[in-house]
């Protein structure tokens, strides 16, 4: 137990190490707490305040509709949308800016098609990059999150209450106000505030954007300006931040657990979706199709538009054998990082169910936080320390093994991931029955015995999916890479941004295609196991 602790307390290290700053509150960092708040900082926490705000409504909305679209309602097409609604999960938020901006930008094909099509002159909408923009982009990569949770909900409990409220006599629009609405608010609210945590970790969009928001203020601080005090103190407030939309999303959850009756078939026949016809069924259908359309079927389809101008010219701009390389290194960091939070996990979650005591759960809940601490937050947390003891003890090599290795980066994902890999094996070890246990300590069976000979065997299926979406989750990751890759040592993730970022969005759609096409394998699970459920 103690060395589960101890591994516990290593991921939290990052978070330490930023609150860590604020002890021996110098004058130096009270005058450099207040230049922030005379120049940089009113910008971020505006810009922030304004990009969650309208992230949140849009999700809401957009989450929130389709959900009570496919649970609560009839029409043709819905079972196609119920996964269909999951694919934008494989688009990173950056691959779509990539992808819209070169669709949408003045010299795109939308606007150079309908100026040659109307005649018209100049530029036919504001720029892309810009707060707008950002905001269709993350409510359309970001609206599954509120989508899975409020479809769960409404599947579970909505369709047969409003059953009864029919049986009551209530019209349509009653049971959809007075009875799916409240059912869903707080599987809502726990959505948003997922998305909105995804929102404030990210990197690749509010850059390319040159949107000034606390994640590329803290990269700014630390890269360009070299200021590490000004950078600990951006993190801090980001962190404090987070952690109030963990605070809310634990209490909306909270607010989740209910218990359902057992339905026989006959209840089940009755209690079925409401059938729309006409243009009601039309408007659902375009409801659930535009989200698809606009958050994967169309970027997809404009980066292999970018790829084929590519090979028109007779070959890509990529070197096949550097493309390779990237890719090993994004495989190779995201396999070997699986493989350790999978680990972890199976550890952490079998210490938990033989000795549930206080102290481990206190530890439980520190990992299980860690995927909410935004990646920029997590590098800040890694390197000051490193450069603490970098300057104590010059000849500890304590830089060079963090920053010139691949150890940084593996520690930053399992700091960042862990929690998803503990969250599915603490699912498996829900479904088996407690009675196993007892009957293994009853017949004498050690536990290390009752580990590898009754769980394992149970837990097989859980430790596989927490290994594949720690493993989809690395190869997508950004900011903390940014920061913390070697020299040479370049992930698709990595490459996709730099080659956006220098206008060569041809050359991106490749490595971005790549990120997208592994991010279709943890979705395709989803929606077979919510089809199977």
């Not at 019209?171 to 959505?191: D, I, M, N, T, Y």
């Not at 809310?248 to 359902?260: D, K, P, V």
Request: net charge positive; glycine share 8%; with cysteine.
């Amino acid at each position: 137990m103690r060395l589960i602790v101890v591994l516990c307390a290593v991921l939290a290290l990052p978070v330490l190490g930023v609150l860590g700053s604020w002890f021996g509150f110098s004058s130096e960092s009270l005058s450099v707490l207040q230049h922030q708040a005379r120049t940089v900082l009113p910008g971020y926490a505006w810009t922030s305040l304004w990009l969650a705000l309208s992230v949140a409504i849009g999700v809401a909305v957009v989450g929130g509709a389709t959900a009570a679209a496919v649970s609560l309602f009839e029409f043709p097409g819905r079972r196609w949308f119920e996964w269909a609604l999951l694919l934008p999960l494989a688009m990173p938020a950056y691959v779509l800016a990539y992808a819209y901006t070169d669709f949408l930008q003045f010299s795109g094909p939308l606007q150079t098609g309908l100026r040659a099509l109307t005649g018209a002159q100049g530029a036919l909408w504001p720029d892309v990059r810009s707060l707008w923009g950002a905001v269709l982009l993350f409510v359309l990569s970001l609206y599954p999150y509120a989508y899975l949770l409020t479809r769960a909900a409404l599947t579970e409990r909505g369709v047969a209450l409003m059953e009864a409220a029919r049986l009551l006599g209530a019209s349509p629009a009653r049971r959809v106000r007075e009875v799916a609405l409240p059912l869903a608010r707080p599987a809502l609210a726990a959505g948003v505030a997922l998305a909105l945590m995804e929102t404030l970790a990210d990197y690749g969009v509010g850059s390319y954007f040159g949107l000034n928001t606390f994640t590329t203020g803290i990269y700014k601080a630390w890269l360009v300006m070299d200021d590490r005090l000004a950078a600990a103190q951006l993190a801090t407030l980001l962190l404090a931040l987070v952690a109030a939309l963990v605070w809310l999303e634990q209490r909306a959850q909270s607010r989740l657990r209910f218990a359902t009756a057992r339905r026989g078939p006959a209840h089940s026949a009755e209690a079925r979706p409401l059938r729309l016809a006409g243009l009601r069924a039309a408007a659902a259908w375009l409801l659930c199709a535009l989200p698809v359309v606009l958050g994967f079927v169309l970027p997809v389809l404009v980066l292999l538009r970018l790829m084929w101008g590519e090979a028109q010219h007779g070959e890509f701009g990529l070197p096949w054998d550097r493309f390779a390389r990237w890719g090993w290194t994004s495989f190779k960091l995201a396999a070997g990082s699986a493989v350790l939070a999978a680990a972890l996990a199976l550890a952490l979650a079998f210490a938990l169910r033989a000795r549930p005591q206080p102290l481990l759960r206190a530890a439980t809940r520190v990992v299980s936080l860690g995927y909410a601490v935004p990646g920029a937050v997590i590098a800040v947390g890694i390197l000051l320390p490193v450069g603490w003891v970098q300057s104590r003890w010059p000849g500890s090599g304590a830089a060079a093994l963090m920053t010139g290795t691949l150890l940084g980066l593996v520690y930053a994902y399992l700091v960042r991931f862990s929690a998803v890999a503990l969250h599915s094996v603490e699912s498996g070890y829900a479904r088996i029955p407690l009675h196993f246990d007892e009957s293994a300590r009853t017949l004498g069976v050690s536990r290390p015995r009752l580990f590898f000979g009754v769980h394992a065997p149970l837990l097989k299926r859980s430790a596989l999916a927490a290994a594949l979406l720690v493993f989809v989750d690395v190869m997508k990751e950004l900011p903390a890479t940014l920061v913390l890759r070697p020299f040479n040592s370049d992930t698709l993730a990595v490459v996709a941004y730099q080659l956006a970022r220098d206008e060569r969005l041809s050359e991106a759609a490749l490595p971005s295609l790549a990120i997208v096409l592994v991010g279709l394998i943890p979705v395709l699970l989803l929606s077979r196991s919510m089809r199977e459920g």
